[in-house]
């Protein structure tokens, strides 16, 4: 059953989570109705919380506040609960009872917006696909507005969205998790084993990710990767007007995007571009001038005659291996390790023992488990001599790939593993690479 903005007047309400999407998810319903009392909770006491928070909460004289530890406590009191993606549902189960409804700012965008929602996931690529995507249709005319992971919190463009208006979606698992509604254009990437902190199996995880097609009709559209074999099980079900990846043909052009996976993430939005009747001219037109995103392959820069790349975002093997494949054998430096979800390297430990790396850069705690995958595959018939670091930090790491690392050869940043064991996030950690990198290449 849909929950329409008008059907909430009567409920109680509760925003679980104040990260970005639960400010944006009780702004939003602040302004739907300014008197309504509202709930608010969060794991982190009010102390802990961003001083902006703060002083939002404080202002409000309609707040319920539920803080702390035993947070979760406050659900029972509530008819409606929005969650922010953060949050596990798995956690939420023992406090919830019967006729409570969970839903997501994600959830009402899709049961409120009368526009047109075009939808791009995967474990890997949906980032850089969907800002190729928004690209293409800002620069052919279309109203676009870049919304999900990548762009604004999409409930604060609610109000004011139009049937004209197209909306390009970065849609993590996490947010399609709840869905009962898929887009009308969907693209779905690829499907590897992540977040498997998050989820109870991988099979759970591969089931939200299905949610991007998984309700869309014979009018809709899923352009989706064959190659994948997760992906093409999915798409086999799916009403929707189906376009394979791998037969978009495409003119010889210049991709400002390195490898195999960043090709196929451009002819996804190729294929979306000509759905939308967009001539090829122009389609490459946008592809042409398009900035590839900060943490995705980045060049960053040479010094000393090393070329460095910040692969920050590659928190999983296969995202690694893809940034391998992309730079080839002239990468003799690589940083990996981080935190551990449980993830398996045996297929990273064989890539690398057919690169010509000498150098590893460990952080804790995959780091260590990526080593001992690495030796164990490195069998006597071709045994591999290299030198390897353990750093609990991003400067003494970078200080060795300067000692260690030729003239004329790549370090790459590329952990395959999240960044939460020593930094707050990959941004933080593909920053602070990018500043030691050109404060230390800059010193005779």
């Keep these: 059953m849909k929950m329409k903005i008008n059907k909430l007047k009567e409920k109680s309400i509760l925003i679980l989570g104040l990260g970005i999407e639960g400010i944006n998810s009780f702004k939003f319903l602040r302004k739907v109705f ?4 509202l709930g608010v909770g969060d794991r982190l006491e009010i102390k802990s919380l961003k001083l902006k928070v703060k002083n939002l909460i404080k202002k409000d004289k309609y707040l319920k506040l539920h803080f702390g530890k035993n947070y979760l406590k406050s659900l029972k009191n509530y008819d409606v609960i929005v969650k922010s993606p953060g949050i596990p549902p798995k956690i939420l189960k023992p406090f919830l009872k019967k006729g409570q409804k969970i839903t997501s700012q994600t959830k009402i965008f899709f049961e409120n917006c009368p526009g ?6 995967g474990t890997k690529g949906k980032s850089t696909t969907t800002a190729l995507i928004y690209k293409i249709l800002k620069e052919n005319g279309f ?17 004011s969205a139009k049937k004209n208006s197209t909306y390009i979606y970065e849609l993590s698992s996490h947010q399609l998790l709840d869905l009962k509604e898929s887009p009308q254009i969907a693209v779905l990437l690829n499907i590897y084993p992540e977040h498997l902190d998050y989820y109870r199996n991988f099979q759970e995880y591969r089931k939200a990710k299905a949610n991007i097609t998984r309700y869309q009709n014979k009018k809709d559209f899923l352009v989706y990767n ?6 093409r099980e999915i798409a086999r079900k799916s009403k929707a007007k189906k376009i394979r990846i791998d037969l978009v043909k495409i003119k010889k052009i210049n991709i400002p995007l390195r490898g195999e996976f960043n090709l196929q993430n451009t002819k996804a939005a190729i294929a979306l571009g000509r759905i939308l009747g967009i001539s090829d001219k122009n389609i ?17 820069g040479t010094y000393k005659g090393i070329k460095f790349y910040n692969d920050a975002l590659a928190t999983l093997p296969e995202a690694t291996m893809a940034a391998i494949d992309a730079l080839g054998k002239d990468i003799e430096t690589i940083f990996l390790g981080g935190f551990d979800r449980g993830l398996d390297f045996k297929n990273l ?9 000498k150098n590893l850069i460990l952080f804790p705690t995959t780091g260590e488990k990526i080593w001992k995958e690495i030796l164990e595959q490195n069998l ?16 003494e790491g970078v200080k060795l790939a300067f000692k260690y690392t030729q003239r004329g050869k790549i370090c790459l940043l590329s952990t395959a593993s999240p960044s939460f064991s020593i930094f707050r996030d990959y941004k933080e950690k593909g920053n602070l690479f990018k500043k030691y990198v050109k404060r230390y290449g800059r010193k005779k």
């Excluded at 430990?349 to 790396?357: E, G, H, M, S, V």
């Design 349 to 357: 430990a064989k890539r690398i023992l057919k690169t010509k790396i």
């Design 380 to 395: 006597d018939d071709f045994f591999k001599i290299y030198r390897v670091f353990s750093v609990d930090n991003m400067k």
């Design 284 to 300: 490459t037109k946008a592809i042409k001038t398009f900035k590839p995103l900060s943490h995705r392959l980045e060049y960053v």
């Design 116 to 121: 047109r929602i075009i939808g791009i996931t």
């Design 226 to 231: 064959f190659k994948d074999k997760l992906v």
């Design 143 to 159: 109203k676009v507005h870049l919304v999900g992971n990548i762009g604004k919190a999409v409930l604060s463009l609610l109000l």
């Design 34 to 37: 300014p008197k309504k009392v």
